[in-house]
């Protein structure tokens, strides 16, 4: 199984600060890598697919980058509706695996 | 688009429990699903996938042998059948749904807590 490691586990930030998230994975999964954002007692919510498209509706201050076995989400400006926890996913093969998750807090 | 799962609850270990996922505002037959779980302060796992046909289906080796996942399309309802239930199967159940061939996920259900406890 491909292993998905996330750092920092916790970040703290202010509004306003630009923010990243690592995400490695033990072997390389090309840019098949999706991010998704989860507010407490919420059902997780798409951000970013193939590790740097936008899913629509997302704000542009989200940006993803990387291929292989590293990348980055990147958070612009942090806003009060982004302090929340960001998970990575790889679907580079099966079993789909995701990070243990990024709390961003303030 | 909504995803509602239902069928959650309190049930004794080695007991069973079936979840529903009910789909609206869709094609729900043309899209393949997936079950996903998160235990308490956790973090997500993947383990049981359903093409839009049925054909392929997966399970992850934690729950394979015990779960059993199905869907009808006419009644645009993807079912999980759990037995054997351990503790550590405690968790808030989702169903989300793959947009298209590659297995991310772009709408998720509100999930439906499963505790596992005598």
């Known amino acids: 199984d491909i292993q998905m490691t996330q750092s920092p586990s916790t970040l703290s930030a202010s509004m306003g600060d630009r923010i990243t998230i690592t995400c490695r994975a033990s072997?390389?999964?090309?840019?098949?890598l999706a991010w998704y954002q989860q507010k407490p007692g919420k059902a997780p919510n798409l951000l970013i697919y193939k590790a740097s498209t936008l899913q629509g509706g997302v704000p542009s201050r989200f940006s993803g980058s990387g291929s292989g076995t590293e990348f980055t989400l990147t958070i612009t400006s942090l806003q009060p509706d982004d302090f929340a926890t960001y998970h990575c996913q790889q679907y580079d093969s099966y079993p789909w695996t995701f990070g243990q998750g990024t709390k961003v807090e303030i | 688009v909504q995803l509602v799962e239902s069928g959650g609850g309190l049930v004794q270990p080695g007991g069973s429990l079936r979840l529903s996922c009910t789909a609206s505002g869709f094609s729900f037959s043309n899209y393949n699903m997936i079950w996903v779980r998160q235990a308490p302060g956790k973090g997500l796992e993947l383990f049981s996938y359903i093409s839009s046909s049925s054909r392929t289906i997966y399970y992850a080796d934690s729950v394979k042998g015990r779960f059993t996942i199905s869907r009808n399309n006419a009644q645009n309802s993807l079912s999980l059948q759990m037995n054997s239930l351990r503790d550590d199967d405690t968790a808030i159940y989702y169903c989300?749904?793959?947009?298209?061939?590659?297995?991310?996920?772009?709408?998720w259900g509100q999930g439906t807590l499963v505790t596992v406890s005598s």
């Open positions: 989300a749904r793959a947009p298209g061939v590659y297995p991310y996920f772009d709408y």
């Open positions: 072997q390389t999964i090309s840019s098949w």
